[in-house]
């Protein structure tokens, strides 16, 4: 089956770094964009940062000049690297992945099961 699946999550504390990867793996075809997602505890999920199969970028206000998004085509992999970490960075991060399965030829928005990123002293 096609699955991504998140490692890298742990306890940080504050401004210390920590960088998270997502790896796609099954009979996929194609993947298109690939992003990043957080949600906090009593918030709403929200789009970190995202990355195109060209290498474009983008990042949410909050993130930038702190978040560096990256993927490797050839091993299907997604990387967040986080620096200057804060408390309210705090939240469950979720990998996307914008597939094309293979069997079907259509396109599969695919999510990871999460890794748990604390920051905190």
């Known amino acids: 089956q096609v699955q991504v699946v998140e490692s890298g999550g742990g306890l940080v504390q504050p401004g210390g770094s920590l960088r998270l990867s997502c790896a796609a793996s099954?009979?996929?075809?194609?993947?298109?964009?690939m992003s990043w997602y957080r949600q906090a505890l009593g918030k709403e999920r929200e789009l970190v940062a995202s990355i195109t199969r060209d290498g474009r970028t983008s990042a949410a206000d909050s993130v930038k000049g702190r978040f560096t998004i990256s993927r490797d085509n050839a091993k299907n992999t997604v990387s967040l690297q986080m620096n200057s970490l804060k408390p309210e960075d705090t939240a469950v991060y979720y990998c996307n992945a914008q597939t094309v399965v293979r069997m079907t030829m259509t396109v599969v928005s695919l999510w990871g099961q999460g890794t748990l990123v604390t920051v905190s002293s």
């Open positions: 099954g009979s996929i075809f194609s993947i298109g964009t």
